[in-house]
């Protein structure tokens, strides 16, 4: 079975393409999934990230300075999907490149940015600090708080379903500042990093939350008062729930993008043990992604220009994005168990895992009736029906 021959690919003479297969023919990439050993996929998956990094495989839209080459998002979604469509697995630090990066070329101070190449190389992994018990879909509601203090600030409060914490050295995310007086709700919120490693004992603890998959890819962060310094805070302090809508846009664009990884991946595992009265749906499936994957690619069209360009930045559109693919690949992931009923042991242990997985990319990154809401009200402009 060649990938090729079932998915739509666009731009098939971009140079990175090719640099990508000739990188691949001299580099075998680890066999790792989040899904198949979570440490391994971190440990082994941060050395082949490093790799791809020095090679300027991936990275590529960060400056010069930075050791990119200053291209585009568009080229490098089209970077991280040859890899995938060529056989390398995702790489662990996936938020720092595609989210913590572009809103630190954004937003970032000159010391601030001066991380952003341990971020693409895997060094650093990231974790995102924004949702909270009672602040999920209505983030707006967060209660973490920061206090200043004569040289920072000090952090108090809960996070929660927080991907990647136990690996993290680095935390972005959002609190309200204890001194405002917010007018609104969105009002008094402060972006801020987070060393989560150095920090007086027990100030931060992260707790991971075991999975029905049994993975623990994600865990609850305790902070009491934990320390973050003057020059972690990004932007205005005040103005922490622009840039949080920021990252919340990129994440469901250039973060969704590079998870058709694991469609691609599946779309391969199945394409090795479908039988004829399976196929049909299969091809239904098929379809179904090409069809989303031509949405995706439309919306890239834009990024064309970014993030070169500070007037150019995902918008409403990337809910689209977020929606059908996640939405698909849980009907790829039902699909491929109900085919995995009828194969040996192995492949049903996978094929439960990949399901259950997939049950979660329709929460993370904004629910999939949330992704309805921003389609309905800023897309269509329909009225709010609340
Ligand atoms: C695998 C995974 C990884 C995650 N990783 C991270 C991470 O790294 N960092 C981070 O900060 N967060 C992360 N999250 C959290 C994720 O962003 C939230 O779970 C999500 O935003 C939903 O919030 P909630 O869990 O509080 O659910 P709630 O907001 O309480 O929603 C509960 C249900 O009500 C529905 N609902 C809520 N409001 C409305 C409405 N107005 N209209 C219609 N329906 C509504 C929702 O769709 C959902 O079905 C992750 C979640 C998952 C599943």
């Not at 609850?220 to 972690?232: G, Q, R, T």
């Amino acid at each position: 079975m060649n990938i090729y021959d079932l998915l739509i690919t666009i731009d098939n003479n971009h140079p990175i393409r090719n640099k990508i297969k000739n990188f691949l023919e001299c580099n075998t990439p680890p066999d790792i999934s989040p899904e198949k050993d979570l440490d391994q996929f971190v440990t082994d998956g941060s050395n082949w990230q490093k790799k791809l990094f020095d090679q300027k495989v991936i990275g590529n839209f960060v400056p010069t300075e930075y050791g990119g080459c200053n291209i585009s998002f568009y080229d490098e979604a089209v970077a991280l999907e040859t890899l995938a469509l060529e056989g390398s697995p995702q790489i662990p630090g996936i938020f720092g490149l595609t989210m913590l990066c572009p809103i630190l070329l954004r937003n970032g101070s000159n010391n601030q940015k001066a991380i952003i190449p341990k971020l693409v190389s895997g060094e650093i992994i990231a974790c995102q600090l924004f949702s909270e018990p009672s602040a999920g879909s209505d983030l707006s509601s967060l209660q973490t708080k920061l206090t200043k203090t004569i040289d920072g600030y000090i952090l108090n409060g809960q996070k929660i379903w927080t991907s990647f914490a136990k690996y993290a050295q680095l935390g972005f995310g959002i609190a309200r500042l204890d001194d405002a007086q917010p007018r609104k709700k969105s009002e008094g919120i402060c972006y801020f990093l987070i060393d989560m490693k150095n920090q007086p004992d027990k100030a931060v603890m992260v707790k991971p939350i075991r999975q029905i998959s049994g993975e623990a890819e994600f865990c609850e962060v305790f902070f009491d008062n934990a320390f973050v310094s003057n020059e972690n805070i990004i932007g205005d302090p005040n103005q922490g729930w622009k840039i949080a809508i920021e990252t919340l846009l990129i994440e469901r664009a250039l973060l969704t993008f590079s998870r058709h990884t694991q469609t691609i991946n599946l779309v391969k595992k199945i394409a090795n043990i479908i039988t004829e009265d399976f196929r049909k749906e299969f091809e239904h499936l098929i379809s179904e992604f090409n069809l989303l994957r031509l949405v995706a690619y439309q919306n890239l069209e834009k990024l064309k220009q970014a993030p070169q360009n500070p007037d150019v930045w995902p918008g409403a559109e990337s809910s689209a994005d977020k929606l059908l693919w996640s939405e698909n690949f849980k009907k790829f992931a039902r699909f491929y168990r109900r085919l995995a009923l009828k194969k040996d042991a192995a492949t049903l242990r996978d094929a439960e895992k990949v399901y259950f997985y997939s049950l979660g990319r329709t929460i993370a990154a904004g629910t999939s009736e949330i992704q309805k809401l921003t389609i309905a009200q800023r897309l269509l402009g329909l009225p709010r029906s609340y």
